[in-house]
Structure formats: structure tokens, C-alpha cells
DNA sequence: AAAACGTGGCG
DNA sequence: TCGCCAAGTTT
């Protein structure tokens, strides 16, 4: 039963795997040879509820400024943050900087699920794909791909969350003992390219024939969600102050909490109605355009106000620095590009 | 256990 | 134009 599926798909796998910079072949796998464990790690973290276009570059990044997970470790958190601005869900680069140390400290990654599941930022699902992809662990996998792929070929309409539970056990029951990381990526590659959300391509899928779902016609509409609940509109101020030498004045934001961590303009809360409040006595100028950014959980519309500041200016919050506009996240780069046209008309 | 937590692309 | 979606984890 088990081996009927995994057959098919990794015969499937062999001939479709897709190439990324953090992956080896099926060919070289075959001949004993596995992957780096930190490029597994590193690749999976990033893709957290990301899209493989948008890690390729980041991943490229990192693994040429910091090749090994000691050169991470050593690593300043400024410098980790400013290269993962833009990428989002910060909390994880935070947790990426702790797990390094971690691993640093024990010498090398845990080669168990259990172990890895232990250090920071690794949940159920990293520790399955690590352990399977990097040390050959016949350990369950699942993903959105692998919930997508399991609800449609046992046609189940249980929506998720609810569902979870009886999706990883059936994900369980097909991880096959043999090439279980080549299995793991497959059924996320099968996810990816073939059972997609919205149109799936049945046709040419290996799981055609036991797919309950399409032969019931239901694929399209698996997996069944619960209902999410409506975005509010919050309102907020941000304060661009850029000094005559260039400098620009920022903070960076506390650890916890929305964007931790990360640089980002002094400014008000992001309420219904926030109140002003300039980080330095200076001639603030509204500009007309907004800054409109939607993140998680609330839409967000961001009024900036620019100043230029004095040389000898001593601001309540924040500190001068010569900006890399590219290490501010993308709510603050939106501000960031509304201002600087303003400094340029000056 | 529900809510917090980013962003860009696509139909 | 806009909601949905993408290799989830933490609290």
C-alpha cells in the first residue's frame, strides 16, 4: 500500500524534480551523497509561508555572506535583520540567529527530528523536512502542499484547521523507509507544479488513479477552509528626518511584537486615531501621498512627514545612520520612497 | 487554542 | 481590484 504511492511519485520525482540552489539532485542522492545540513535548514526557514521565487535570492545571500552555520553564528544581529528585510515574518530571523548559536554551541545539527524540534524556530514541520531531506529520516512531512495533496486523494472536506490531525496521520502511513527525503520533496513538488489550489492538472499527475478526489470531482474545491476573519484599517504617522549630511534618523523597533527587531521610522502606535509625535522640534511636513501597506492581520495607512534636520540636531528617540533603504522592511521602504522623493525636490 | 506575525504574485 | 495563497512557529 505505502510503497504503491511512493513508487509512483518518486518514479514521477525522478524524471520533474524541480532545481534549487539549496537542493540535490535524485541522481546524486542515489549515489549516498546528501545535502548540507545548514542549506536544508537555512532554505526551510525561509520558506515559512513564502514562495520559492521570492527566498532564491535571499538564500543566495546569505549562504554567500555567512557560508556555514558558525559563520551565522557569529554573525551581528544587525546585520542578519538588514539582510533579511523584506522577506518578512521577522520573528523567524530572530529565532534563525538563536538556532545558529544553538547549533554553533552543540557542534552540528541534531540528526533526529526530536532533536531538532528542540531549538529555536523549529516547529513540527522543519524538523520533519530537515531530518528527511538532510539525514534521510523516514519522518512525516506536512506542509500546505502535503495538506493540499492528502485532503484531495482521500477526498476529505473536513475543513482545516480541524482537518489537520487526520491529514498528518494519512501523510504518515504513505512515508515510505526508503528515500524519505527524495519523498518529502516530491510530494511538495506534486503540490507545487501539479495539485495546485486552483486548477490542478489531474491529468498528468502520478496519483491519478487512487485519487479519490478527482475521481469524484471534488479536487478543485479541496482543501476546505474555515472562514478568515475581516482586515480593520489601522492609522498611523511616521517621521522621516533626514539630517544635511544625509544621515536619517531611525530606531530600531523592540524584539517582541510587529516587525521586532527590525529598523524602522520613530512614530506614532498604529491605532483607529494616533496621536503626533515628532522624535525632534522641527518644521514636519506632511506629504500628500500615503503609505498604504497591508500586513497579517490589519490594513495599514501610513501618513509621513518629512524634515530636514540640523547638524547639531540631539533627537528624543532614535539615531542617525548612513540608510541601506534595502535593510528597512518593506512597510518602511514604502514611507521611505514617498520621502526621498520629497528630499530630492529640496 | 485562537491570534499574532509580512510580503509579493496571481486570477 | 482584492482576496487567496506560499515549504509554519510561537504564545
Known amino acids: 500500500m505505502r510503497d504503491r504511492f511512493s513508487d509512483s511519485l518518486l518514479a514521477?520525482?525522478?524524471?520533474?524534480?524541480?532545481?534549487?540552489?539549496?537542493?540535490?539532485?535524485p541522481t546524486d542522492r542515489r549515489q549516498g551523497i546528501r545535502p548540507d545540513p545548514y542549506r536544508v535548514w537555512l532554505s526551510e526557514v525561509m520558506l515559512q509561508q513564502t514562495t520559492v521565487a521570492a527566498v532564491r535570492d535571499y538564500f543566495l545571500r546569505f549562504t554567500t555572506l555567512w557560508p556555514t552555520v558558525q559563520d551565522l553564528a557569529a554573525a551581528r544581529d544587525a546585520d542578519v535583520m538588514a539582510q533579511w528585510a523584506g522577506l518578512g515574518y521577522y520573528a523567524r530571523a530572530r529565532n534563525l540567529l538563536k538556532c545558529a548559536?544553538?547549533?554553533?554551541e552543540l557542534g552540528a545539527f541534531p540528526d533526529t527530528a526530536e532533536g531538532l524540534r528542540a531549538l529555536p524556530g523549529i516547529g513540527p514541520y522543519t524538523a520533519g523536512a530537515v531530518a528527511s531531506i538532510a539525514f534521510d529520516r523516514p519522518e512525516v512531512v506536512v506542509d500546505g502542499n502535503v495538506e493540499r495533496v492528502m485532503s484531495r486523494l482521500f477526498d476529505i472536506h473536513t475543513?482545516?484547521?480541524?482537518?489537520?490531525?487526520?491529514l498528518t496521520e494519512r501523510a504518515r502511513e504513505l512515508t515510505p523507509l526508503d528515500r524519505p527525503g527524495d519523498y518529502a520533496q516530491a510530494v511538495m513538488d506534486l503540490g507545487a507544479t501539479i495539485c495546485t489550489p486552483r486548477t490542478p492538472a489531474c491529468g498528468i499527475c502520478p496519483w491519478r488513479d487512487p485519487?479519490?478526489?478527482r475521481q469524484r470531482g471534488t479536487a478543485p474545491d479541496l482543501p476546505r477552509k474555515t472562514p478568515k476573519k475581516p482586515k480593520p484599517t489601522r492609522f498611523g504617522i511616521a517621521y522621516i528626518g533626514r539630517r544635511v549630511d544625509g544621515a536619517y534618523l531611525v530606531e530600531t523597533r523592540p524584539d517582541k511584537g510587529l516587525l521586532g527587531g527590525m529598523l524602522g521610522w520613530p512614530g506614532s502606535d498604529w491605532s483607529e486615531s494616533p496621536a503626533p509625535c515628532p522624535p525632534t522640534s522641527a518644521d514636519w511636513q506632511a506629504q500628500s501621498q500615503v503609505a498604504q501597506h497591508t500586513?497579517?492581520?490589519?490594513?495599514?495607512t501610513l501618513t509621513v512627514m518629512t524634515a530636514t534636520l540640523p547638524a547639531g540636531c540631539n533627537p528624543e528617540r532614535g539615531q542617525f545612520?548612513?540608510?541601506v533603504p534595502s535593510s528597512l522592511p518593506t512597510v518602511m521602504r514604502k514611507a521611505y520612497d514617498i520621502a526621498a522623493e520629497q528630499f530630492e525636490t529640496d
Open 12 to 25: 514521477w520525482y525522478d524524471q520533474h524534480a524541480r532545481t534549487m540552489p539549496w537542493r540535490i539532485g
Open 101 to 104: 548559536r544553538d547549533v554553533a
Open 159 to 166: 475543513p482545516l484547521p480541524a482537518a489537520k490531525p487526520e
Open 211 to 213: 485519487c479519490l478526489a
Open 295 to 300: 500586513f497579517t492581520h490589519f490594513h495599514l
Open 321 to 323: 545612520i548612513d540608510l
